[in-house]
């Protein structure tokens, strides 16, 4: 090891030493989905899960949240407030919202519930009651918190220079959330009372992705076309009063990944749409980029709709933003965010072979392939990791050099980032165990949090190419299981066996301060983790 | 003759016990009565059950000295005989946060002596509201024993970190000032153990260390002796107590515990002077320090030292709310972190942060039975799980609890006896004469609000604060024998009872100094 990179080693070691023990003192936070701007979903040091300590891992506590039959998502992952220095004491509290319009504030410690907020449903739209697999109705997205620009501090509370800001900022931080008549609220983190009058931005009924508040501004991705809302890239500007909304349309072509759209460094928001991924610029939305993943094909247009694009992930080199995303044939390409602008015919500057399995006929689509969103994290001596969850069984082509058993469900596959004759590929590592319907992963401390949702994936009917009815899809399902990896190979380090007992929420996990949480499809909310002597 | 022997065997009596009543007379010359901090006071002979329900207020006076945030008289010490200028005096020695000293006539509350120490205004200072850090005195002075003529000494630390020596009797300095910490840091009360006095810092006030300290009066050098527990602040009320081996116990607040790097956080520490250095000999950390550090629940009592069937043990807790049993000569055992037996959750239930919790210091006595008493104040209501035989009614400001220490087959154990009433934030308690004095301080101890978080400022607390209300409580029962009501009109913050010679006294934040006791007395 040359000197730079023992210094760089120490630097990190230090550093992480620093936050780790930061987060020993009061946890750590998970704002958004992903846990930062860039839809890593890696948090980057937990004080108590590491590859040693998470044999102990135990469920914790669950609850019960109310929740509507809506489908498959009736619970949000949680957003994570690592110390909250409340009226009623120091506080770690999960935020969670269900598809029923409430906010729950959750005691992270205790596992009891710190406050209910019910998101009144009052525009002029009536509320659809009804509801179907594209457009569930209710509450949709994550809510969020400020999340640090790359390097900074959280999304700062004044707004900037020369604008009055809306009352949407400043003063404590508040949790954000869209109910499903489409107006934001900020609620008092410490009451879950809205501090200011909600305010409409986005149509009612729609179905917004996970947002994201950076730089005073929230980002979200509407899709499916719900309540005839328009598929499109929102940015909801907290820093002008009154509040300004702006959009970029996505001309009918949903972009439905679970984390919406990922931050660059710049603030440049990028959203994969069925086609195309996009770089937008922050604030004002005006497309900057965009690189073509694969050529619209006539007979996808029907189950475009159904096609399981994940979001994508950035990542950071050398002051410079590489995106990955899947190329819409299975496939993960890295993007270097400063290539050529405008045409849309940018070239990946690597391609990863076919990951999926291909469905056999279109009535397949939904269980197979990459979806979700992508994860990425980083070990102490520099090697960067992106992992993703995959439907169905890997292609044939795919050659990994760590298997953990055959994966006829579904699997995570882990790649290196490593740099070869000056060019930057995806080396794939490992594949995981067999894993039904496995949600985005989340990482801590070269720890991988899998979890096999237990989710019968199929949408479309093999018979009739109808779709199934929110009443068949259950019935398919298994129960969810929660599975920790080595970040390294993928071997199993622990497993929550029959712990849960319903089929996972098909939104997403959060990892904080020694803790996993997940919801469950029937309005359960699950906590495992490390215990804490009290 | 018979009848006039009888006479003169009488008036002999009679002569004897009021020459002894003046002439060996009780004292109170540190905060918590003693080094061991026990906040019991042995020699009181004057209030007892029968009569403490007669109390009055026997004078008051009011202080020319200027609260700084929430701060304003600090705990009075009581010294029974001291040589005057106007003649032997039993004299009461009140500091003030504005760095004021005052001697007052025991009898009828009139300044004997009084003084300001002046210096230039430090460079640093706390921030502005900031209750944490008010400047000035914070350190309850200590008095020392009796010279051969029957002066005392009296050792102040002024708010520029200078300790000074004076002369009870006349208020002279008697020896040069010694610098002993930095101005403005919050000092906590000082102990004087073998001629080495000692004291601790806390909150980091103007930039200051938080850690112990100590000097030896008897080096000519005056070296400032330091430990720094690497974590946290050690703001138990009273500072350290002194166990018989001159170890000086303190708490240490809220912080972290790591060996590897000397990190001392939220546990209780102990530390001698050795070879002209202040050395750590051993340390208790709960088990679960790392949930207390979570939840902000300083370990921060300050313990008291005692001995039960001719073994020397100590008593702390915390705003967790449990009490911890310890032995000083290897506290928490080989891992530092066993107890002898802790407590069950007193209060605290919505495990906050303020406004509830124990704080402040301990209190133990030992009737004539040779019962061990423990006794802890607590703030906000009792834990729903916490069964005690005895009790008055809801409690939901605070109450002071009172345990027995037992030995059950070879374990130690506090059994839970009384609870008392409800107290608008009950202060450790004192004890004397089988009467348990408690007080409530009425102060708003409010730090963080529902609409805007963490807001602890010194006006809004001060404005929403009520009066102190004293007690007298039977100490084997807890039954209310006397309550003040609303006789104390102001309340008071991080003050103290003290008590002697049939008089009790507590100070209030609008620098008012209450005499209670017997008006026939």
Same mark, same amino acid.
């Given at each position: 090891?040359?000197?730079?990179?023992?210094?760089?080693?120490?630097?990190?070691?230090?550093?992480?030493?620093?936050?780790?023990?930061?987060?020993?003192?009061?946890?750590?936070?998970?704002?958004?989905?992903?846990?930062?701007?860039?839809?890593?979903?890696?948090?980057?040091?937990?004080?108590?899960?590491?590859?040693?300590?998470?044999?102990?891992?135990?469920?914790?506590?669950?609850?019960?949240?109310?929740?509507?039959?809506?489908?498959?998502?009736?619970?949000?992952?949680?957003?994570?407030?690592?110390?909250?220095?409340?009226?009623?004491?120091?506080? #770690?509290?999960?935020?969670?919202?269900?598809?029923?319009?409430?906010?729950?504030?959750?005691?992270?410690?205790?596992?009891?519930?710190?406050?209910?907020?019910?998101?009144?449903?009052?525009?002029?739209?009536?509320?659809?009651?009804?509801?179907?697999?594209?457009?569930?109705?209710?509450?949709?997205?994550?809510?969020?918190?400020?999340?640090?620009?790359?390097?900074?501090?959280?999304?700062?509370?004044?707004?900037?220079?020369?604008?009055?800001?809306?009352?949407?900022?400043?003063?404590? !931080?508040?949790?954000?959330?869209?109910?499903?008549?489409?107006?934001?609220?900020?609620?008092?983190?410490?009451?879950?009372?809205? /501090?200011?009058?909600?305010?409409?931005?986005?149509?009612?009924?729609?179905?917004?992705?996970?947002?994201?508040?950076?730089?005073?501004?929230?980002?979200?991705?509407?899709?499916?076309?719900?309540?005839?809302?328009?598929?499109?890239?929102?940015?909801?500007?907290?820093?002008?009063?009154?509040?300004?909304?702006?959009?970029?349309?996505?001309?009918?072509?949903?972009?439905?990944?679970?984390?919406?759209?990922?931050?660059?460094?710049?603030?440049?928001?990028?959203?994969?749409?069925?086609?195309?991924?996009?770089?937008?610029?922050?604030?004002?939305?005006?497309?900057?980029?965009?690189?073509?993943?694969? #050529?619209?094909?006539?007979?996808?247009?029907?189950?475009?709709?159904?096609?399981?694009?994940?979001?994508?992930?950035?990542?950071?080199?050398?002051?410079?933003?590489?995106?990955?995303?899947?190329?819409?044939?299975?496939?993960?390409?890295?993007?270097?965010?400063?290539?050529?602008?405008?045409?849309?015919?940018?070239?990946?500057?690597?391609?990863?072979?076919?990951?999926?399995?291909?469905?056999?006929?279109?009535?397949?689509?939904?269980?197979?392939?990459?979806?979700?969103?992508?994860?990425?994290?980083?070990?102490?001596?520099?090697?960067?990791?992106?992992?993703?969850? /995959?439907?169905?069984?890997?292609?044939?082509?795919?050659?990994?050099?760590?298997?953990?058993?055959?994966?006829?469900?579904?699997?995570?596959? &882990?790649?290196?980032?490593?740099?070869?004759?000056?060019?930057?590929?995806?080396?794939?590592?490992?594949?995981?165990?067999?894993?039904?319907?496995?949600?985005?992963?989340?990482?801590?401390?070269?720890?991988?949090? &899998?979890?096999? !949702?237990?989710?019968?994936?199929?949408?479309?009917?093999? +018979?009739?190419?109808?779709?199934?009815?929110?009443?068949?899809?259950?019935?398919?399902?298994?129960?969810?299981?929660?599975?920790?990896?080595?970040?390294?190979?993928?071997?199993?380090?622990?497993?929550?066996?029959?712990?849960?007992?319903?089929?996972?929420?098909?939104?997403?996990? +959060?990892?904080?301060?020694?803790? /996993?949480?997940?919801?469950?499809?029937?309005?359960?909310?699950? &906590?495992?983790?490390?215990?804490?002597?009290? | 003759?018979?009848?006039?022997?009888?006479?003169?065997?009488?008036?002999?009596?009679?002569?004897?016990?009021?020459?002894?009543?003046?002439?060996?007379?009780?004292?109170?010359?540190?905060?918590?009565?003693?080094?061991?901090?026990? *906040?019991?006071?042995?020699?009181?002979?004057?209030?007892?059950?029968? *009569?403490?329900?007669?109390?009055?207020?026997?004078?008051?006076?009011?202080?020319?000295?200027?609260?700084?945030?929430?701060?304003?008289?600090?705990?009075?010490?009581?010294?029974?005989?001291?040589?005057?200028?106007?003649?032997?005096?039993?004299?009461?020695?009140?500091?003030?946060?504005?760095?004021?000293?005052?001697?007052?006539?025991?009898?009828?509350?009139?300044?004997?002596?009084?003084?300001?120490?002046? %210096?230039?205004?430090?460079?640093?200072?706390?921030?502005?509201?900031?209750?944490?850090?008010?400047?000035?005195?914070?350190?309850?002075?200590?008095?020392?024993?009796?010279?051969?003529?029957?002066?005392?000494?009296?050792?102040?630390?002024?708010?520029?970190?200078?300790?000074?020596?004076?002369?009870?009797?006349?208020?002279?300095?008697?020896?040069?000032?010694?610098?002993?910490?930095?101005?403005?840091?919050?000092?906590?009360?000082?102990?004087?153990?073998?001629?080495?006095?000692?004291?601790?810092?806390?909150?980091?006030?103007?930039?200051?260390?938080?850690?112990?300290?100590?000097?030896?009066?008897?080096?000519?050098?005056?070296?400032?002796?330091?430990?720094?527990?690497?974590?946290?602040?050690?703001?138990?009320?009273?500072?350290?107590?002194?166990?018989?081996?001159?170890?000086?116990?303190?708490?240490?607040?809220?912080?972290? %515990?790591?060996?590897?790097?000397?990190?001392? @956080? *939220?546990?209780?520490?102990?530390?001698?002077?050795?070879?002209?250095?202040?050395?750590?000999?051993?340390?208790?950390?709960?088990?679960?320090?790392?949930?207390?550090?979570?939840?902000?629940?300083?370990?921060?009592?300050?313990?008291?030292?005692?001995?039960?069937?001719?073994?020397?043990?100590?008593?702390?807790?915390?705003?967790?709310?449990?009490?911890?049993?310890?032995?000083?000569?290897?506290?928490?055992?080989?891992?530092?972190?066993?107890?002898?037996?802790?407590?069950?959750?007193?209060?605290?239930?919505?495990?906050?942060?303020?406004?509830?919790?124990?704080?402040?210091?301990?209190?133990?006595?030992?009737?004539?039975?040779?019962?061990?008493?423990?006794?802890?104040?607590?703030? @906000?209501?009792?834990?729903?799980?916490?069964?005690?035989?005895?009790?008055?009614?809801?409690?939901?400001?605070?109450?002071?609890?009172?345990?027995?220490?037992?030995?059950?087959?070879?374990?130690?154990?506090?059994?839970?006896?009384?609870?008392?009433?409800?107290?608008?934030?009950?202060?450790?308690?004192?004890?004397?004469?089988?009467?348990?004095?408690?007080?409530?301080?009425?102060?708003?101890?409010?730090?963080?609000?529902?609409?805007?978080? =963490?807001?602890?400022?010194?006006? =809004?607390?001060?404005?929403?604060?009520?009066?102190?209300?004293?007690?007298?409580?039977?100490?084997?029962? @807890?039954?209310?024998?006397?309550?003040?009501?609303?006789?104390?009109?102001?309340?008071?913050?991080?003050?103290?009872?003290?008590?002697?010679?049939?008089?009790?006294?507590? @100070?209030?934040?609008?620098?008012?100094?209450?005499?209670?006791?017997?008006?026939?007395?």
């Amino acid at each position: 090891m040359n000197p730079r990179s023992r210094l760089l080693l120490f630097i990190l070691a230090v550093s992480l030493s620093c936050w780790m023990v930061l987060g020993q003192s009061r946890g750590g936070n998970w704002p958004t989905f992903g846990g930062d701007a860039q839809r890593s979903g890696w948090a980057a040091a937990d004080a108590l899960i590491n590859r040693d300590t998470i044999k102990d891992m135990q469920l914790l506590w669950k609850l019960k949240l109310e929740t509507q039959s809506r489908g498959t998502r009736p619970i949000m992952p949680p957003v994570i407030l690592g110390r909250l220095i409340s009226y009623r004491g120091f506080r #770690e509290l999960a935020f969670v919202a269900t598809n029923a319009d409430i906010v729950y504030s959750l005691d992270a410690d205790l596992g009891t519930v710190f406050w209910t907020k019910h998101l009144e449903y009052s525009t002029r739209d009536p509320q659809v009651m009804t509801s179907s697999w594209r457009c569930p109705g209710g509450l949709t997205a994550m809510p969020t918190m400020p999340v640090a620009a790359r390097g900074g501090a959280p999304g700062r509370g004044a707004p900037p220079p020369g604008q009055r800001g809306s009352a949407f900022i400043g003063g404590p !931080a508040g949790v954000y959330a869209i109910s499903s008549d489409g107006r934001l609220h900020r609620l008092n983190t410490s009451t879950g009372d809205d /501090v200011t009058q909600p305010v409409s931005v986005i149509p009612a009924n729609a179905r917004p992705s996970s947002l994201i508040l950076i730089d005073n501004v929230i980002y979200t991705v509407t899709s499916h076309g719900c309540s005839n809302a328009p598929n499109a890239v929102w940015a909801i500007d907290l820093s002008i009063d009154p509040i300004k909304v702006r959009s970029y349309r996505l001309d009918g072509s949903s972009g439905w990944g679970l984390g919406g759209s990922a931050i660059g460094s710049d603030g440049t928001v990028y959203v994969r749409t069925e086609e195309r991924l996009l770089a937008l610029s922050p604030r004002e939305l005006q497309l900057k980029n965009s690189w073509v993943l694969r #050529e619209t094909r006539k007979e996808d247009i029907a189950l475009g709709e159904i096609s399981p694009a994940p979001s994508p992930v950035v990542l950071s080199y050398e002051n410079r933003d590489v995106l990955v995303s899947d190329c819409g044939t299975d496939q993960l390409c890295l993007f270097d965010s400063m290539s050529p602008a405008g045409s849309g015919s940018a070239t990946p500057m690597y391609k990863t072979p076919p990951i999926a399995q291909p469905a056999r006929n279109a009535s397949g689509i939904a269980e197979r392939g990459v979806w979700g969103s992508l994860t990425s994290w980083q070990e102490m001596d520099g090697t960067r990791w992106v992992l993703a969850s /995959v439907l169905g069984p890997p292609h044939a082509d795919l050659k990994v050099p760590v298997t953990n058993g055959s994966t006829p469900n579904g699997f995570v596959v &882990a790649f290196k980032v490593l740099e070869r004759e000056g060019k930057r590929v995806l080396e794939p590592a490992w594949i995981s165990r067999d894993l039904h319907s496995p949600l985005p992963p989340v990482v801590t401390n070269g720890v991988v949090f &899998a979890l096999s !949702a237990g989710e019968f994936t199929r949408q479309v009917q093999k +018979t009739t190419d109808e779709l199934f009815t929110l009443d068949e899809r259950p019935r398919g399902s298994t129960r969810a299981t929660l599975y920790a990896l080595d970040g390294r190979t993928g071997k199993e380090l622990y497993s929550s066996k029959n712990l849960v007992t319903v089929p996972a929420a098909l939104t997403g996990l +959060t990892v904080a301060s020694g803790r /996993v949480y997940f919801g469950g499809a029937d309005g359960s909310f699950y &906590a495992f983790g490390m215990w804490m002597e009290r | 003759m018979n009848r006039t022997l009888w006479g003169i065997k009488a008036c002999v009596v009679t002569l004897g016990i009021a020459l002894s009543a003046v002439a060996w007379s009780a004292d109170w010359p540190t905060d918590g009565a003693n080094p061991q901090r026990t *906040n019991w006071q042995q020699d009181e002979t004057i209030l007892n059950k029968q *009569n403490v329900a007669n109390l009055k207020i026997l004078w008051k006076v009011k202080l020319d000295n200027a609260p700084k945030q929430m701060h304003s008289l600090l705990p009075s010490l009581i010294v029974g005989r001291v040589p005057t200028p106007g003649g032997p005096k039993e004299v009461v020695l009140q500091a003030g946060v504005s760095d004021n000293i005052y001697a007052i006539d025991a009898s009828n509350g009139e300044i004997l002596w009084k003084k300001r120490f002046e %210096y230039p205004p430090p460079a640093r200072s706390g921030r502005p509201t900031d209750p944490l850090c008010p400047g000035g005195l914070t350190a309850t002075p200590t008095i020392g024993p009796a010279h051969p003529n029957g002066a005392r000494t009296v050792y102040v630390l002024a708010g520029n970190g200078a300790l000074h020596q004076l002369d009870l009797g006349t208020g002279n300095e008697t020896a040069p000032t010694i610098p002993f910490g930095y101005p403005n840091g919050k000092s906590y009360a000082l102990n004087l153990w073998n001629n080495v006095i000692f004291t601790t810092t806390s909150q980091g006030c103007a930039g200051n260390p938080n850690q112990m300290w100590a000097i030896d009066l008897n080096d000519p050098q005056k070296k400032v002796m330091t430990f720094h527990p690497g974590s946290g602040g050690l703001w138990g009320r009273t500072g350290a107590a002194i166990d018989s081996s001159g170890i000086a116990w303190a708490p240490t607040g809220d912080g972290t %515990y790591d060996l590897p790097t000397k990190r001392y @956080g *939220n546990g209780l520490i102990g530390a001698r002077v050795e070879g002209g250095e202040l050395k750590l000999k051993d340390w208790y950390i709960p088990s679960n320090w790392a949930w207390l550090f979570k939840k902000d629940l300083d370990m921060q009592v300050t313990p008291a030292v005692f001995t039960y069937k001719g073994r020397e043990l100590m008593v702390t807790g915390s705003k967790e709310c449990r009490l911890y049993l310890l032995d000083p000569k290897s506290a928490g055992g080989e891992n530092h972190q066993t107890p002898l037996t802790t407590t069950p959750l007193i209060c605290n239930e919505e495990v906050n942060f303020a406004s509830t919790g124990i704080w402040g210091s301990m209190t133990t006595w030992e009737d004539s039975r040779g019962t061990r008493w423990i006794l802890a104040p607590f703030w @906000g209501p009792s834990h729903s799980e916490f069964k005690v035989p005895v009790s008055y009614g809801r409690v939901t400001q605070g109450a002071v609890v009172a345990f027995k220490l037992e030995d059950k087959s070879g374990k130690l154990q506090l059994t839970p006896v009384w609870m008392s009433r409800d107290m608008d934030h009950a202060e450790p308690p004192v004890v004397a004469n089988g009467v348990v004095y408690a007080y409530g301080s009425g102060e708003d101890t409010t730090q963080a609000y529902p609409d805007r978080g =963490l807001d602890n400022q010194s006006p =809004l607390r001060i404005a929403a604060s009520r009066h102190a209300t004293l007690y007298a409580l039977d100490a084997e029962t @807890g039954k209310e024998l006397y309550s003040s009501g609303d006789q104390i009109t102001s309340f008071n913050h991080f003050g103290g009872l003290s008590i002697a010679n049939g008089k009790v006294y507590i @100070g209030t934040f609008d620098s008012v100094l209450y005499c209670f006791g017997l008006p026939s007395k």
